[in-house]
């Protein structure tokens, strides 16, 4: 499995309501990420967890709560949301943890907050 | 502060033709630099990067220190080469990736 898994692929959620996002890599990779991606702008990193704990927090507002249960599986957790929190969240993974690293990404949860 | 910057939002040329999508970047220390394409309903994927100085789908990329600079070039392009197409810079002794903020290649038939 060469693939970064990400559910669900769209996502529809209130401003009271609490969510999470999945993402799962089977490729023995020891980093993984989640970025935001706004239409037509680049992606933006928010954290990254190196080796299971959370190495990067991008100054990311509280009502995000990043979580790595094991080394294959990410989730970010929602809560309180603004609609300005819609945007395409995409999670990617990579071998290592160095600079070189190349990042493999997943297709992305598409979020609209109401 | 780290940046990288793509001036082009929007490049088209016809089939064929020579192909340059231009980057250049701000970091004080080494970089690692490489090139990430998006195709139409496809998730966003490495093309290459400038470590490995290889050639990807007729695409090169050369690192210019002195101009700060990593250009992606094809002499010929296809319609296929149609994209979305980010420059990225990684820097040593994080995990950070900044990306440019993108250049949509149109390849005209």
């Known amino acids: 499995d060469t693939e970064v898994t990400q559910t669900p692929k769209h996502l529809v959620m209130g401003m009271t309501n609490k969510k999470s996002l999945k993402c799962e890599q089977h490729?023995?990779?020891?980093?993984m990420y989640w970025y935001k991606q706004k239409a037509k702008k680049p992606p933006e990193l928010m954290f990254v967890y190196s080796y299971e704990k959370l190495s990067i927090n991008e100054s990311v507002p509280s009502r995000f709560s990043p979580e790595c249960p094991n080394s294959s599986l990410l989730n970010l957790h929602l809560h309180a949301l603004q609609p300005e929190d819609s945007a395409l969240y995409l999670c990617a993974s990579s071998q290592g943890v160095g600079a070189e690293e190349k990042l493999f990404f997943g297709s992305g949860t598409q979020l609209s907050v109401l | 502060a780290q940046r990288v910057t793509q001036p082009e939002k929007l490049l088209s040329v016809f089939k064929g033709a020579p192909v340059e999508l231009k980057c250049n970047y701000s970091?004080?220390?080494?970089?690692?630099l490489f090139w990430y394409v998006q195709y139409s309903r496809q998730r966003l994927q490495l093309l290459l990067r400038?470590?490995s100085r290889e050639s990807i789908k007729g695409f090169t990329a050369d690192l210019n220190k002195g101009e700060t600079s990593f250009h992606l070039k094809k002499p010929f392009a296809q319609e296929e080469d149609s994209a979305m197409y980010y420059c990225a810079l990684s820097t040593s002794g994080t995990y950070k990736y900044i990306f440019g903020t993108g250049t949509r290649l149109k390849v005209l038939a």
């Open positions: 970091y004080s220390g080494s970089p690692e």
């Open positions: 400038h470590i």
């Open positions: 490729m023995g990779h020891r980093a």
